[in-house]
């Protein structure tokens, strides 16, 4: 009886700490121990995607420019740190009461933003045109005046030969220093600059700090060629020319003119009247010798363009942008 009265008070204290210790392992959740694994395993997938889809953000598109490779340098993936994040694809199902962490993928996402914002084009063709104009123009001096109604078109028949209609309908426009009567003869030129906000120009705005002087590619050398300098151009080769043995002859254009001197070539414009009675100038024809097609696609390109202007006794009184029409 002694002995039982020792033994079961040992016998009831073991199964206490049975029980207690049944009831803490039921308490844990075995499902978190999976989530812990398969965390670490996401973590360690969702770094080698954002190192991935980086590289491949940032790749320079092929066949694209110097300039095409050097802005998708831009699109460089920002670095992303996943710390313990867990990839859509390894989040638990639903039903377990495990719910699953609210950024995920993070470098995938990061990867597809990159390769999106990358350049997805070559750049623009260079331009590439036949047809050309200049539009001639002036505000009215006051609201109820005919204004001026000017134009030039032409084509490029070939890389130095172009087709060329010009009708400009003066209206009753005056200018500063220049009264049109029928008769005037009007010298026209391709001039080698444009540095007014608008496509056309009037009176100042024609001046030779806004529209330069001759276009002269083989510097036949006139007083008005953008190579004269004291009286005397300097030809690539190194020889000099004089301006004063300038003379145009329109046969041997290409011998003896400036690609820019059109009166030397085709003849002065001639002052008629319109039926209202207003000046009127018009030209159609052909020159074999004009600004090469070439030089006028590069001046569209660097947006520094030619300008055409018409002049009286030497005083430049109206002027337009030498604009091509780019096809491509």
Sequence with gaps: MRVLQVILPIYFSLCNVS???????????????????????????????????????????????????????????????????????????????????????????????????????????????????????????????????????????????????????????????????????????INTSWENPDTFGWNNKCRPGRTGKHHDRSVACSSLSEFNEDGTCTRPNGRQVKAIDYNCKSKKADNTCERGDLTGKLGPLVVTSTVNGFPKVTFKGVDKFFLKRKDAEEAEEINEPYSIVISKDGENFICAQFILTCDN
């Design 19 to 189: 029980n207690v210790i049944s009831e803490d392992v039921d308490t844990i959740d075995l499902s978190e121990i999976s989530t812990y694994k398969k965390s670490s395993s996401g973590s360690s997938k969702g770094s080698k995607a954002s190192k991935s889809g980086s590289s491949k953000g940032t790749k320079a598109p092929s066949g694209g420019s110097a300039k095409s490779s050097k802005s998708s340098k831009s699109t460089k993936a920002p670095e992303v740190t996943v710390t313990g994040t867990q990839t859509a694809s390894d989040s638990p199902k639903s039903g377990k009461g495990t719910k699953a962490p609210e950024v995920t993928a993070t470098a995938t996402q990061t990867a597809t933003q990159t390769i999106s914002d990358a350049p997805t084009s070559a750049p623009t063709a260079l331009c590439i045109g036949s047809n050309f104009f200049a539009t001639f123009d002036a505000p009215k001096q006051s609201p109820d005046d005919k204004g001026i109604k000017g134009s030039m078109k032409g084509t490029y028949l070939d890389g130095n030969k172009v087709d060329i209609k010009l009708s400009i309908n003066f209206g009753q426009r005056t200018f500063n220093k220049v009264k049109l009567n029928e008769g005037d003869l009007l010298d026209w030129s």
